[in-house]
C-alpha cells in the first residue's frame, strides 16, 4: 500500500467569557474566578487536535462578536467557555445566531444542561457551561462520542457497573 487515508488533526479555539475571570496567575480578588476552564479544555482537546487560538473576554457582546469571528478564521472547531446560559449578559446565544444557525441549545443532561452547538461562520461552536466539570464532561462527551464515531475509532473502552443504593436526580435526566 503506497497510500493511506488520514485525518489531519482538528484545530480549536478556545474563548472563556466572563467579567469575573481572571487568569491563574493573577493574585486574587474578592468576586474573582479563575480562569481554569482554558487550560482544562486544552488538555481535554490534546487527542483530537492542538488549540490555535485561546482567549479569555470580558461580557461584552461587541468583544465577543469580534472574538468569535476571529477564533473562526483559525480554528476547525470553537469552544466557548460560559455565557450559554440564560441571562442580561449571556450573548452566547443571540451572537452564534447571528453568526450562522444554532442547531440545539440545551441539553436533558446534569452537569452541561446550558450547552449550544452552533455553526458560527462554517465553523463547528460549542457553548459549554462555565463550570470546569460541566465544561469538561460536556466537550468529553458530545465532542468525543461524536469524533470517534466520525472517525470509526470503536475501540473505547466502557465499564458497567450497579450501585448498590439509588442516586436520585432530576427528573427526565
Do not use: W
Not at 450559554?84 to 441549545?105: C, I, M, N, P, R
Amino acid at each position: 500500500v503506497g497510500e493511506v487515508e488520514v485525518f489531519r488533526p482538528l484545530s480549536f479555539a478556545i474563548i472563556s467569557t466572563g467579567d469575573e475571570l481572571i487568569s491563574v496567575t493573577e493574585p486574587y480578588r474578592d468576586g474573582r474566578v479563575r480562569d481554569t476552564n482554558t487550560t482544562l479544555l486544552s488538555g481535554a482537546i490534546r487527542p483530537f487536535g492542538e488549540v490555535v487560538y485561546a482567549r479569555r473576554i470580558r461580557d461584552d457582546k461587541a468583544l465577543f462578536r469580534d472574538t468569535l469571528k476571529e477564533a473562526c478564521d483559525l480554528a476547525d472547531v470553537v469552544l466557548l467557555s460560559g455565557g450559554s446560559s440564560v441571562g442580561q449578559k449571556d450573548a452566547t446565544y443571540t451572537t452564534l445566531l447571528e453568526a450562522g444557525e444554532v442547531l440545539f441549545h440545551g441539553l436533558a443532561v446534569k452537569p452541561g444542561k446550558p450547552t449550544i452547538l452552533a455553526k458560527a461562520y462554517g465553523k463547528i461552536a460549542i457553548g459549554l457551561p462555565g463550570h470546569p466539570m460541566a465544561a469538561y464532561m460536556t466537550f468529553s462527551n458530545l465532542f468525543g462520542g461524536a469524533y470517534h464515531r466520525r472517525t470509526g475509532y470503536n475501540n473505547l473502552k466502557t465499564i458497567t457497573a450497579k450501585a448498590e443504593r439509588n442516586f436520585p436526580s432530576a427528573p427526565g435526566k
